[in-house]
């Protein structure tokens, strides 16, 4: 066999890759080449706490970083000691890739459109950045500088399809047409790469299953919709389209190379919720408006009390994103009266952030450290009293204690609870607790779909182990195993261990099963055994 150093690491990465449909389709043998990579190696589900929200997810991957030494959570975050909101970008946080660590070794890598990084200097080879992702921080980028311009005149210059949320049929139509186009060119750029030179480690990232997937949510079959039909397979299609490319991929890259596929996260049924959140804390009492005195003018109180809230949402559309973060920022910060406020929530239409008033880190806390935990418990408590009326069921699926999940004192960045709604196919107008009704209005920001906490893996070449399923992986892991299969040293501050080592015993008990052990619920087919997972 070949030496460990001659064989070459390709990963290949789906922005997004729900697990429940990619399982779904290789059973149904629609993403052969994915299906391929399951038969030949290992596979499963990339898990842990990192996974509790979608932003700074890929930081995670490829950094093997935890969030509470980034403090990366979401796109709008708390300036450290201050109640200024602030816009976070995945290369601005101090969590660089794992492949930064190749700098000493001389080796080439091939880097397209990792998803959060920008190019790393000093490595040879070829890196272009942001060329098409979903959500660009910023125009392209490229290492050496004179590569864009050359993929540029070959392939276009960068690529940017958004998310209408207010769009009709027919753009949505123009919207597919343009994904599937754009997953073509993509996959001809990366082949474009590879055949310049041989390369070490390779990462080429498709970015269409996270702009589709958001797109043509509603049109799925099983969508509690009228929408129309026509686009009801645009999903998978747009999931068989990049298996094609990942099978054109794998046939350019040598035949010895270690294939590892990453797919960030799923998406469930999921409406916004943040109007509840910020009544939750006003109406229980945790976050106090502030009030002007009666003599003061303040213009901007007028307004909001002359203007009703549905034409300011509407009249919000006209900005740019970077007036409407700035006005939602003053408001934010002059709209409270800090110095009776005990908790509040970070603005955010899905997953909730909710952070103490705590003294000594923020500027006019006032809940002491001695109080913090208990604070926590109270606030835990009133969320799980959150009954979605239409049905008598609790609300909330999920509160995470920061300081727990992350094993840290109160951090600098981090909310200090995480709270998770259940996933649902409506749009919540109000939720009831024994003090009081909360409610909310449509947000400007409306989808039905947000991402779940699970993505998927799998792995296959002369250095991985043919042992099938092997469960859930921690997104941490990722990295020290891309390091292990290159031979590298894995960073002390990398908190996490490859997958072969800290999945020992759990490969050893699959080892068992692939030699014979049935279990109900398998699925089989002539080269696939794939474990049917539970409901989520």
Same mark, same amino acid.
């Given at each position: 066999?070949?030496?460990?150093?001659?064989?070459?690491?390709?990963? $290949?990465?789906?922005?997004?890759?729900?697990?429940?449909?990619?399982?779904?389709?290789?059973?149904?043998?629609?993403?052969?080449?994915?299906?391929?990579?399951?038969?030949?190696?290992?596979?499963?589900?990339?898990?842990?706490?990192?996974?509790?929200?979608?932003?700074?997810?890929?930081?995670?991957?490829?950094?093997?970083?935890?969030?509470?030494?980034?403090?990366?959570?979401?796109?709008?975050?708390?300036?450290?000691?201050?109640?200024? $909101?602030?816009?976070?970008?995945?290369?601005?946080?101090?969590?660089?890739?794992?492949?930064?660590?190749?700098?000493?070794?001389?080796?080439?890598?091939?880097?397209?459109?990792?998803?959060?990084?920008?190019?790393?200097?000093?490595?040879?080879?070829?890196?272009?950045?942001?060329?098409?992702?979903?959500?660009?921080?910023?125009?392209?980028?490229?290492?050496?500088?004179?590569?864009?311009?050359?993929?540029?005149?070959?392939?276009?210059?960068?690529?940017?399809?958004?998310? +209408?949320?207010?769009?009709?049929?027919?753009?949505?139509?123009?919207?597919?047409?343009?994904?599937?186009? !754009?997953?073509?060119?993509?996959?001809?750029?990366?082949?474009?790469?590879?055949?310049?030179?041989?390369?070490?480690?390779?990462?080429?990232?498709?970015?269409?299953?996270?702009?589709?997937?958001?797109?043509?949510?509603?049109?799925?079959?099983?969508?509690?919709?009228?929408?129309?039909?026509?686009?009801?397979?645009?999903?998978?299609?747009?999931?068989?389209?990049?298996?094609?490319?990942?099978?054109?991929?794998?046939?350019?890259?040598?035949?010895?190379?270690?294939?590892?596929?990453?797919?960030?996260?799923?998406?469930?049924?999921?409406?916004?919720?943040?109007? $509840?959140?910020?009544?939750?804390?006003?109406?229980?009492?945790?976050?106090?408006?502030?009030?002007?005195?009666?003599?003061?003018?303040?213009?901007?109180?007028?307004?909001?009390?002359?203007?009703?809230?549905?034409?300011?949402?509407?009249?919000?559309?006209?900005?740019?994103?970077?007036?409407?973060?700035?006005?939602?920022?003053?408001?934010?910060?002059?709209?409270?009266?800090?110095?009776?406020?005990?908790?509040?929530?970070?603005?955010?239409?899905?997953?909730?952030?909710?952070?103490?008033?705590?003294?000594?880190?923020?500027?006019?806390?006032?809940?002491?450290?001695?109080?913090?935990?208990?604070?926590?418990? !109270?606030?835990?408590?009133?969320?799980?009293?959150?009954?979605?009326?239409?049905?008598?069921?609790?609300?909330?699926?999920?509160?995470?204690?920061?300081?727990?999940?992350?094993?840290?004192?109160?951090?600098?960045?981090?909310?200090?609870?995480?709270?998770?709604?259940?996933?649902?196919?409506?749009?919540?107008?109000?939720?009831?607790?024994?003090?009081?009704?909360?409610?909310?209005?449509?947000?400007?920001?409306?989808?039905?779909?947000?991402?779940?906490?699970?993505?998927?893996?799998?792995?296959?070449?002369?250095?991985?182990?043919?042992?099938?399923?092997?469960?859930?992986?921690?997104?941490?892991?990722?990295?020290?195993?891309?390091?292990?299969?290159?031979?590298?040293?894995?960073?002390? +501050?990398?908190?996490?261990?490859?997958?072969?080592?800290?999945?020992?015993?759990?490969?050893?008990?699959?080892?068992?099963?692939?030699?014979?052990?049935? +279990?109900?619920?398998?699925?089989?087919?002539?080269?696939?055994?794939?474990?049917?997972?539970?409901?989520?």
């Amino acid at each position: 066999m070949a030496s460990r150093e001659q064989q070459p690491l390709v990963i $290949l990465g789906l922005d997004v890759g729900d697990p429940r449909l990619i399982e779904q389709m290789v059973c149904e043998g629609t993403l052969p080449n994915i299906r391929g990579l399951i038969d030949r190696g290992m596979w499963g589900r990339i898990g842990g706490p990192e996974m509790l929200c979608e932003h700074g997810l890929w930081t995670g991957i490829f950094s093997g970083l935890s969030r509470r030494q980034h403090g990366y959570h979401y796109f709008r975050q708390l300036q450290p000691r201050s109640y200024t $909101l602030q816009a976070v970008k995945g290369p601005d946080v101090p969590a660089p890739p794992f492949w930064e660590h190749l700098k000493q070794s001389g080796r080439s890598v091939a880097i397209i459109d990792a998803p959060d990084v920008d190019p790393v200097l000093g490595l040879p080879g070829s890196q272009i950045s942001h060329w098409a992702v979903h959500d660009p921080p910023s125009p392209s980028l490229s290492e050496p500088p004179e590569l864009l311009p050359d993929l540029a005149r070959e392939f276009g210059p960068q690529s940017i399809i958004i998310e +209408n949320l207010n769009s009709t049929y027919e753009e949505d139509v123009e919207i597919y047409r343009q994904l599937l186009s !754009r997953i073509a060119r993509k996959g001809k750029l990366c082949r474009h790469i590879l055949a310049k030179r041989s390369y070490q480690l390779v990462v080429a990232v498709f970015a269409e299953t996270h702009t589709g997937t958001h797109q043509f949510w509603r049109y799925r079959p099983e969508a509690n919709t009228e929408e129309p039909r026509a686009l009801g397979n645009a999903i998978r299609n747009i999931y068989e389209q990049i298996d094609e490319q990942i099978g054109l991929l794998i046939r350019a890259v040598p035949a010895n190379a270690n294939v590892c596929l990453l797919g960030g996260t799923g998406m469930d049924d999921h409406y916004p919720t943040g109007g $509840l959140v910020e009544d939750f804390c006003l109406k229980l009492g945790y976050q106090v408006t502030w009030q002007p005195a009666e003599s003061a003018f303040n213009a901007k109180a007028m307004f909001r009390r002359i203007v009703p809230e549905r034409l300011r949402v509407g009249l919000s559309r006209y900005l740019s994103r970077e007036t409407r973060e700035h006005l939602l920022s003053d408001t934010f910060r002059n709209g409270t009266d800090w110095k009776r406020t005990t908790a509040f929530a970070i603005p955010s239409p899905y997953t909730a952030f909710i952070r103490i008033n705590l003294v000594g880190r923020e500027p006019e806390g006032i809940v002491p450290r001695e109080q913090y935990d208990q604070t926590l418990t !109270r606030l835990e408590a009133d969320l799980h009293e959150l009954i979605d009326p239409a049905t008598g069921d609790a609300a909330v699926l999920n509160v995470s204690r920061t300081t727990e999940v992350f094993k840290c004192e109160p951090h600098e960045s981090l909310p200090d609870l995480f709270v998770e709604f259940k996933p649902l196919d409506r749009f919540l107008e109000s939720l009831v607790h024994p003090k009081a009704t909360l409610r909310q209005t449509r947000p400007e920001f409306f989808r039905s779909s947000d991402h779940s906490h699970e993505g998927f893996f799998a792995m296959a070449g002369p250095a991985i182990p043919p042992i099938g399923d092997v469960g859930v992986i921690d997104l941490l892991d990722v990295a020290p195993t891309c390091l292990s299969l290159l031979e590298w040293p894995i960073p002390r +501050n990398m908190p996490g261990r490859p997958i072969f080592e800290c999945q020992a015993s759990a490969l050893a008990g699959q080892i068992q099963v692939a030699k014979g052990k049935r +279990n109900p619920g398998v699925l089989k087919s002539p080269t696939l055994t794939l474990q049917k997972k539970r409901p989520e």
